[in-house]
């Protein structure tokens, strides 16, 4: 499975992004999908995991209430809605698969396959 992440760029403080995490090249149904960031110098953190069926984890503290995941199997496409953008939020956003979203926040070999990322950067 390759997966390719878009949508980043640069904002302003308390606007919105939509990132896209697009796979091909295995049947996608078959992954969950995890979102992640990783800031300059600081470890990567998992934002939330998406199961094939379309039912999430829990979102990361810091972004629970404003960051949106979502998913469209017919278009091979996991989405993550970034909503009123702070400062903090700026970072390398990416995208990984594996066969469940156990652990996949907590554990150093969770994914099987992951994107290069998109960079996000938000501006006070």
């Known amino acids: 499975l390759q997966l390719v992440e878009s949508g980043g760029g640069s904002v302003r403080a308390g606007e919105s992004l939509r990132l896209s995490c697009t796979g091909s090249?295995?049947?996608?149904?078959?992954?969950?999908i995890g979102w992640f960031r990783q800031a300059p110098g600081k470890e990567r953190e998992g934002l939330v995991c998406?199961?094939?069926?379309?039912?999430?984890?829990d979102y990361r503290d810091s972004v629970k209430g404003r960051f949106v995941v979502s998913r469209d199997n017919a278009k091979s496409t996991v989405y993550l809605q970034l909503n009123s953008l702070k400062p903090e939020d700026t970072a390398l956003y990416s995208c990984?698969?594996?066969?469940?979203?156990?652990?996949?926040?907590?554990?150093?070999?969770?994914?099987?396959?992951w994107g290069r990322g998109t960079q996000v950067t938000v501006s006070s």
């Open positions: 998406i199961m094939p069926g379309g039912s999430a984890t």
């Open positions: 090249g295995d049947p996608w149904e078959a992954y969950a």
């Open positions: 990984g698969s594996d066969h469940g979203c156990t652990y996949y926040a907590s554990s150093s070999w969770w994914g099987n396959f």
